[in-house]
């Protein structure tokens, strides 16, 4: 029965969230709208009762278009690349906490002599798995303390605001979910056999071998402080000692610039660059599987704005506001709000990014992927591996981390002042009109012409 129960809970989860993604991605492209309105100096859309069913118009609009498969493309990969995009964003947000958690219980190591004593292990994994059951239950007789098993009673019983909670691998489940959907990217565009289709691709791929490293390492600093990969035992990690990015900042900034190319947003929109490639991957795709294609990347960008909160801005925790001790329903309300309010203002920072901060030229992403954030992602977690380790030794604080941060931050910048700029194109002579008159070109030009006789 309690499987049973467990299953239902999950399911419906599962239901709820998806409906709710579908709501938010539609009513976060009128929020992006009427913010591009506000900075282009706009009035935005203002039918359709003042614009609030603007999407469910656009919705209706997609499903009532003409469903146009060219006959040039791969029939079966140009259906199943939309397919991907969304379903890797859905299976991506599976783990990332949306609201109320708490960290799942640790079994230890309590035997005598183990090799392992007072050491985290697995009962998954653990061969002595009753011996060291049997010690947990004696250590926590003696000093008057919960059991692992009581602690694991008192877990599943309780409400977790995740769809799958307890999954010990954590961000890195995200990442390797979330790189998938490049496929998405390359199958649409090889698929529709254009020329614009399969360099918007090219660049997607390009971008994913850049931004995934400096990204990665961003957050290898945030797993060794908290000592897990799992994201309950990140935030409340947090919640005991602080919102990651006080400690770690140029991590937090190095791992947010390295999300707009993830989501494929400007200043990183290179694989879809309009004035550029027309529409990039998805220039053939029009009706529902463009939809589709759109639906992923918001709901992308929703899965990564979760995932920083998550990491670095502590998750449901609000100073003075919220405590783990908090389990009622209207404690979990009120936790699911603050986390889905740090999400929507860090959506509310990537749409004021597109429309503030022009696009970068492809050159200049791989010379700031590979000469900027790789080296300042790589130094900063050297800096945390180091004060980890020397911090028993030295009595170190976690406090110098954050000028560390800067200083680094501070020298890459002067570094780029100092070093010399390699010429970004070559030098191409005036062959048309110049200041001093005609140019050569249109001088030979009009010797041909007084040579016709008309």
Known sequence: MVVEFSLIVTLATIIVLMACLNGLVAYLTLFERKISAYVQDRVGPNRAFFGIVQPIADGIKFLLKEDVIPAHVDKFFYLLAPAIALGTAFLAIAVVPFGSTLPPPALVDHRPGSTTFGKMVFPSVTLELEEVLQADRKFSQDSKTPSYEEKLKKYNATFQCVVSPGVDIGFVFVFAVGSLAVYGIILGGWSSNNKYSLLGSLRSSAQLISYEIPMGLSVLGVAVAAGSLNMERIIHHQVENG???????????????????????????LPEAEQELVGGYHTEYSAMK???????EYTHMITTSFLIVTLFFGGWHLPFLTSPDQTGLFAILIKVG????????????????????????????????????LPLSLLSFLALAGLTHFRPLGNLTPWVMPPISLGLLLGAGLLGLILPKSPTRSHVPNLGHGSGGIGPVCQTNQARLEKVEF
């Open 290 to 296: 463009f939809a589709l294609f759109f639906l992923g």
């Open 338 to 373: 603050i986390t889905c309010g740090k999400m929507l203002a860090f959506i509310f920072f990537y749409m004021m990014i597109r429309w503030t901060i022009l696009r970068f030229r492809f050159d200049q992403l791989m010379n700031l992927a590979w000469k900027v954030m």
């Open 243 to 269: 919102w990651n990015f006080i400690f770690q900042p140029l991590a937090m900034i190095l791992f947010a610039t390295a999300i707009f190319a993830e989501c494929n947003r400007l200043p990183f929109d």
